[in-house]
């Protein structure tokens, strides 16, 4: 079945880093831009960064600019988020997805989702 699993979340100090994996399964990822998104508490979910099949960045949320990283390895099926200089507000559910947006819904495949808390 086709399937995406994060994976890399936790609770880390602010100023700390996390790697978040999402890994794909029953299909190429290759051929797919894969977003990441994150939905924290009463908030709406939000569009974190996307990459291109290609592994061209196609944008990232201007809170997280200068901090957060994507990536891919095509040929591990995985997509990586590196998130460095953590903050309180960066807690929430961070969710990867095959698609760059959630503007007109949520289309295509996402995963169930990997906690991330920012904490002291």
């Known amino acids: 079945q086709v399937q995406l699993v994060e994976s890399g979340g936790g609770l880390v100090q602010p100023g700390g880093s996390l790697r978040l994996s999402c890994a794909a399964s029953?299909?190429?990822?290759?051929?797919?831009?894969i977003g990441w998104f994150r939905q924290a508490p009463g908030k709406e979910r939000e569009g974190v960064s996307c990459?291109?099949?290609?592994?061209?960045?196609?944008y990232y949320a201007d809170s997280v600019k200068g901090r957060f990283t994507i990536s891919r390895d095509n040929a591990k099926n995985t997509v990586y988020l590196q998130m460095n200089s953590l903050k309180v507000e960066d807690t929430a559910v961070y969710y990867c997805?095959?698609?760059?947006?959630?503007?007109?819904?949520?289309?295509?495949?996402w995963g169930q989702g990997t906690q991330v808390t920012v904490s002291s």
């Open positions: 029953g299909f190429t990822l290759r051929y797919n831009a």
């Open positions: 997805a095959t698609v760059c947006s959630v503007v007109g819904g949520t289309n295509g495949y």
């Open positions: 990459i291109s099949g290609g592994g061209a960045t196609l």
